[in-house]
């Protein structure tokens, strides 16, 4: 443990680091802030318990060479700063990345050389388990129904070219096969994603590609492989030269520095066939069956996130500890957790909703964070399915209420609103959305009712029984209009007054 010292107002504890892990016995498919702040921080704990075999080989897949370049540069330690608030940051070394792989594509255009190095990490005895933290899209699944895109040019890539995989479930297929075809024993898949049943959606993912090779492949793959699912939490804001200009300040020089709030939960299915780290003693919460937490906290959480991210940029908001301090947002947010989403949760009794809420109220408003509302704005395609509609239909199915949905409708609205890319200055920000042709394609039609109805055609991300309840389709292209003719603010202070 190390010291505490004030700078610039700021209690800073030091904690350091002796852990370089001997072996590696777990390999990570994306490595970005969250993966460093998270998974990482928690195996740091645990190879400091003593549990040398569990380093990580973490590798991009789609972009940030430079990334591992600097973790190798640096020895592979790295620093996680803690913010409890303002005045408060814990600064950890962590040294539980042991190698860092990239097969993706660089800023340069030029393809990462390390798929043969990755493929035989994954191929060693001792890789026992694979996380991934690849995003909603990286599965290359269909945001609703969750089934796998196979015209999905990357994964046509990579049915065409299997031994040459790039996508997620493309190179675990591989893997698998070599392990097979080896006689070892299957790696356990973990997926740390922000998805419904996030095992058994990789399963499928998985499993449908490997069908297309090899059916006895896949079947190997359906009966031998787990794929427990997780919830993992802890808000971790892209790092930017704000953040790093904060740690500067109290003389932390680190260009793979990573900073996040102090809160952490990762809640995981205990089936890990070939061993895993003694997770408990690093406050892992190790269950039987993770959908209860998994579901609560993408509607809750992550729902309200996404309220605040495509109502607060048109209202002029940038980040989310500002969003929360307005009065209109805790209206929206309030009513959307405690009488949308939370009414579709059942909770072990241990579990108090309202104080679910009003800690995350707390955690939002953590304003030693800069939690970029057009970060968590990013892909919503991807994401609306498991934070609002599934719980929509929920909630629609169990009330009698006009407006049961009134806050999910005005969150549809505003997010169709926001795929605009224009704000209500007529400035131009960009659309970062796996889907963002299809939705700008209907945009193009004139009207707003027009166009409200054309995106909650796409059936891969609206059911249509939900579209057509006029609680929901009806009142969205209500909303829509009225944003579009009153300004985003006006619209949502109309819409939650009546
Ligand atoms: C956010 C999440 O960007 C987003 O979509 O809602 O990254 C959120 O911060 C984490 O899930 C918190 O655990």
């Known amino acids: ?22 072996r590696i016995g777990i390999v990570h498919f994306g490595l970005g802030a969250f993966h460093r702040a998270h998974q990482a921080r928690v195996v740091e704990q645990c190879i400091a318990r003593g549990e040398q075999e569990w380093g990580i080989c973490s590798v991009n897949l789609r972009s940030n060479r430079a990334l591992g370049e600097t973790l190798r540069d640096q020895g592979f330690r790295y620093h996680l700063a803690e913010y409890t608030d303002r005045a408060h940051v814990t600064l950890r070394e962590v040294r539980a990345i042991s190698e860092a792989l990239f097969t993706g594509t660089d800023a340069q255009g ?25 995003t909603e899209k990286g599965y290359y699944l269909s945001p609703g129904e969750g089934t796998l895109l196979i015209d999905n040019p990357a994964i046509a890539a990579d049915i065409a070219h299997h031994d040459a995989p790039r996508t997620a479930p493309g190179i675990l297929v591989e893997a698998l096969a070599r392990r097979r075809q ?53 808000i971790v804001p892209a790092m930017d030269e704000d953040a790093f200009g904060r740690l500067q300040r109290f003389g932390c ?26 997770w408990s003693h690093a406050g892992v919460e190790m ?53 949308e989403a939370a009414p579709t949760l059942s909770m072990p009794e241990s579990v108090s909703l309202e104080d679910y809420a009003r800690d995350l109220m707390a955690r939002f ?35 009698d209420d006009e407006q049961a949905l009134k806050a999910t409708v005005f969150g549809v609205a505003a997010w169709i609103r926001y795929t605009r890319g224009v704000d209500e200055q007529g400035r131009a920000y960009p659309v970062s959305d796996p889907m963002a042709d299809q939705l ?24 249509p029984s939900l579209v057509s309840a006029p609680r929901f389709g009806e009142q969205v292209q209500k909303a829509l209009s009225s944003i579009e003719q009153l300004g985003m603010r006006a619209a949502l202070e109309q819409h939650l007054a009546t």
């Not at 443990?1 to 002796?18: E, K, P, R």
């Not at 050389?113 to 996380?131: K, N």
């Not at 998985?206 to 793959?221: G, N, Q, S, Y």
């Open 110 to 134: 030029r393809q990462g050389e390390d798929l043969p190095a990755l493929l035989a990490r994954l191929s060693d005895p001792d890789t026992r388990i694979v996380t991934l933290t690849v």
């Open 1 to 22: 443990m190390g010291s505490s010292d004030h700078q610039d107002a700021i209690d800073v504890v030091h904690i350091a680091s002796n852990n370089a892990p001997e």
């Open 182 to 234: 080896a006689g070892l024993a299957p790696f356990t898949v973990l997926s740390c994603d922000n998805m419904p049943d996030n095992g058994e959606r990789t399963r499928r993912a998985v499993v449908a590609l490997a069908r297309r090779r090899d059916v006895a492949l896949a079947e190997w793959i359906e009966s031998q492989v787990a794929f427990p699912s997780s919830m993992v939490d802890r």
């Open 365 to 399: 408003g953590n304003d030693s964070l800069r939690h970029r509302l057009h970060q968590i704005a990013m892909d919503g395609s991807q994401k609306l399915p498991q934070r609002w509609l599934r719980g929509g239909e929920a909630r629609l199915a169990a009330s």
């Open 440 to 463: 700008a394609q209907c945009h193009a039609h004139e009207k707003s009712v027009d166009r409200a109805a054309a995106v909650m055609g796409i059936e891969a991300i609206f059911s």
């Open 253 to 278: 020089e680190d260009p793979a520095a990573v900073v996040s709030e102090a809160f952490l939960q990762w809640v995981i299915e205990d089936h890990f066939p070939q061993g895993r780290p003694d």
């Open 287 to 339: 269950v039987e069956d993770v959908a209860p937490f998994e579901t609560m906290k993408l509607r809750m959480l992550n729902g309200a996130h996404s309220l605040l991210a495509y109502t607060g940029p048109l209202m002029g908001l940038e980040t989310v500890a500002e969003a929360v301090t307005d009065p209109l947002m805790q209206k929206l947010l309030r009513r959307y957790m405690l009488e």
